[in-house]
């Protein structure tokens, strides 16, 4: 089965950036949608940033300008840049690929250990 391993995470300050990064130990780039959500402490998880298989994008309100989500077929690996970071944007952030239906999402691999982002002075 195809795994998905998140690394990149780390300790930053405010302002700062990071770059995250997806590998897949196979190819899932036919799956429709490459989804990058994240857990804060205390919260439920939620979408990030989103890539389809024709490169369309979309980003959570709060990260749109700040963040970009690309792909790299070839290497089987997605990233997640991510620029003027806030203390809010501390979570633990994980990739995945599946598919949207009526507005859920649908996972086709199973979620990761993800990786642990923390933005604080």
């Known amino acids: 089965q195809v795994q998905l391993v998140e690394s990149g995470g780390g300790l930053v300050q405010p302002g700062g950036s990071l770059r995250l990064s997806c590998a897949a130990s196979?190819?899932?780039?036919?799956?429709?949608?490459m989804v990058w959500y994240r857990r804060a402490p205390g919260k439920q998880r939620e979408l990030v940033a989103g890539i389809t298989t024709g490169g369309s994008t979309n980003y959570a309100y709060s990260v749109k300008g700040r963040f970009t989500i690309s792909r790299d077929n070839a290497k089987n690996t997605m990233y997640l840049q991510m620029n003027s970071l806030k203390p809010e944007d501390t979570a633990v952030y994980y990739c995945?690929?599946?598919?949207?239906?009526?507005?859920?999402?649908?996972?086709?691999?199973?979620w990761g250990q993800g990786t642990q982002v923390t933005v604080s002075s």
């Open positions: 995945n690929a599946g598919t949207y239906m009526r507005g859920t999402y649908y996972p086709s691999v199973p």
């Open positions: 196979g190819n899932i780039f036919k799956a429709d949608v």
